[in-house]
T-cell receptor, first 114, second 112 residues
Framework: GAGVSQTPSNKVTEKGKYVELRCDPI?????LYWYRQSLGQGPEFLIY????????DSGLPNDRFFAVRPEGSVSTLKIQRTERGDSAVYLC????????????FGPGTRLLVL | DQQVKQNSPSLSVQEGRISILNCDYT??????FLWYKKYPAEGPTFLIS?????DKNEDGRFTVFLNKSAKHLSLHIVPSQPGDSAVYFC???????????FGKGTSLLVTP
């Protein structure tokens, strides 16, 4: 079975631009998570979806960051007015139910803001 | 503040020997713990997990030990193989939440 996929694998943009990062979770997984990993750090939680709704968005750093999952499957992380500090690897993970279980990660999108 | 700490940034072990990776946590609400392995340019891959109701979980060459009173867990790899060379992340979650809190990782090098 296919794992979590993320596109694009790499994204280079200029400061101030808008970017969208896509995540395709494992089929049948109702829980979807976004994390951000900066150099030398572990992944940091951004947002968790249960189905179509954001169950916990407490990790989003500010209102420039937004994520959607309109049909309960694919999710898009949107970053407005990108800043150089947004440069990181953005990881998506999915889980079967979202209740203290294993989260399965995609390969990540490497975002570089120039 | 870092609630999950991996105080050793790197570890080098000879092939065939035991690798012991350590992790400490500060949040007493954490009750589910996982270890992930990460190769360069790939996402973290799940290795093994343990619930707080247990103190040990074993899967092949990998064993995780949990000491709740010390808020400490460790991952043992026996015997270590060169293919085990990767960055290992410890992660934890609390009953009331679903986010995983990660440590900064330990880079393991297994030499032939």
């Amino acid at each position: 079975g296919a794992g979590v996929s993320q596109t694009p694998s790499n994204k280079v943009t200029e400061k101030g631009k808008y970017v969208e990062l896509r995540c395709d979770p494992i089929s049948g997984h109702t829980a979807l998570y976004w994390y951000r990993q900066s150099l030398g750090q572990g992944p940091e939680f951004l947002i968790y979806f249960q189905g179509t709704g954001a169950a916990d968005d407490s990790g989003l750093p500010n209102d420039r960051f937004f994520a959607v999952r309109p049909e309960g499957s694919v999710s898009t992380l949107k970053i407005q007015r990108t800043e150089r500090g947004d440069s990181a690897v953005y990881l998506c993970a999915s889980g079967l139910t979202g209740n203290e279980e294993t989260q399965y990660f995609g390969p990540g999108t490497r975002l570089l803001v120039l | 503040d870092q609630q999950v700490k991996q105080n050793s940034p790197s570890l080098s072990v000879q092939e065939g020997r035991i690798s012991i990776l350590n992790c400490d946590y500060t949040n007493s609400m954490f009750d589910y713990f996982l270890w992930y392995k990460k190769y360069p340019a790939e996402g973290p891959t799940f290795l093994i997990s343990i619930s707080s109701i247990k103190d040990k979980n074993e899967d092949g060459r990998f064993t995780v030990f949990l000491n709740k009173s010390a808020k400490h867990l460790s991952l043992h790899i026996v015997p270590s193989q060169p293919g085990d060379s990767a960055v290992y992340f410890c992660a934890a979650s609390a009953n009331s939440g679903y986010a995983l809190n990660f440590g900064k990782g330990t880079s393991l090098l297994v030499t032939p």
